[in-house]
């Protein structure tokens, strides 16, 4: 969802999100585990940090749009991996960050993962809640109007460079506490869980549940958990399934751009449904 602010609300292709979901991991984790903070601190440091390198990585783009905007994230996304994997006194190096602490919560400790899928059930929840106020605030609108037309939404007097960054913002501080939420349940992170095949699979996730739909994403990201668990089913090995995994998943792509552009729960296919 964080992602499709972005990509689906504002046209703006990033391809590096999947490093600002591993700066808020990294922030998350380094603050509770060297500094001793508590686990809420951390998350909402993860998710600043991410908004505030979101904010640099969208001062950067201002002259770009399109594949170069596209070319400059992808950069980004291998400078922040490449930092991690090299920093070592800071991040780890390859080898990662093992022992974060698990989740606290006035004393108790949340390391069940029942109970850790129903807190970060209610995360995704609130952060659909607070997407949606602000999709559909005029704030939203401003943003679908700089991605279908530019020049005309900049001829209406908008700061379009403004509405830009604001979007990248938001973006990148639910990806920041995103990545806290990951690096806390599985205690241990490493660079390469924050690679730019990440953010192509969170791309897919888009595109195919449908971009500029809150909905779509939540469809993708269900389509793409469940996939390798019914491929399963054909007992093949931990390789055959990875890449029948992806043989499947491009071929859905595909079929996806060219029937339905939009995605399967897109705008044009919502506005259809309601229609109907």
């Not at 698990?102 to 607070?130: N, Q």
């Amino acid at each position: 969802m964080s992602l499709d602010v972005a990509l689906g609300y504002a046209g703006l292709f990033n391809i590096g999100h999947a490093a600002l979901w591993g700066i808020g991991a990294y922030t998350s984790g380094l603050l509770t585990l060297r500094f001793g903070l508590p686990f809420g601190v951390g998350l909402l440091m993860g998710g600043t940090i991410a908004a505030i390198i979101g904010f640099l990585l969208g001062l950067s783009t201002l002259r770009v749009k399109g594949d170069y905007l596209a070319l400059i994230t992808l950069g980004f996304g291998v400078i922040v991996v490449d930092v991690a994997r090299n920093w070592v006194e800071l991040t780890g190096g390859p080898r990662g960050l093992p022992g974060i602490p698990s989740v606290h919560f006035y004393g108790l400790t949340i390391s069940d993962p029942m109970h850790y899928f129903v807190i970060t059930s209610i995360f995704a929840l609130l952060t659909y809640i607070l997407l949606r106020r602000i999709i559909q605030s005029p704030f939203g609108n401003i943003l679908e109007g700089i991605r279908e037309d530019e020049v005309a939404a900049s001829t209406l007097g908008i700061n379009i460079n403004y509405y830009k960054i604001q979007a990248l913002v938001i973006s990148s501080f639910f990806a920041g506490i995103a990545g806290s939420l990951y690096a806390h349940y599985f205690a241990t992170i490493d660079p390469n869980r924050f690679t730019i095949m990440e953010s192509f699979l969170m791309i897919s996730m888009v595109i195919i549940g449908g971009a500029g739909s809150l909905y779509g994403p939540i469809v993708g990201t269900i389509f793409f958990v469940c996939l390798p668990e019914i491929i399963r089913v054909l007992r093949l090995t931990s390789t055959e399934i990875a890449a029948l995994r992806e043989i499947i998943s491009a071929i859905i792509i595909i079929l996806v751009i060219i029937y339905r552009p939009r995605g399967m729960l897109g705008r044009d296919v919502l506005v259809k449904n309601r229609k109907e």
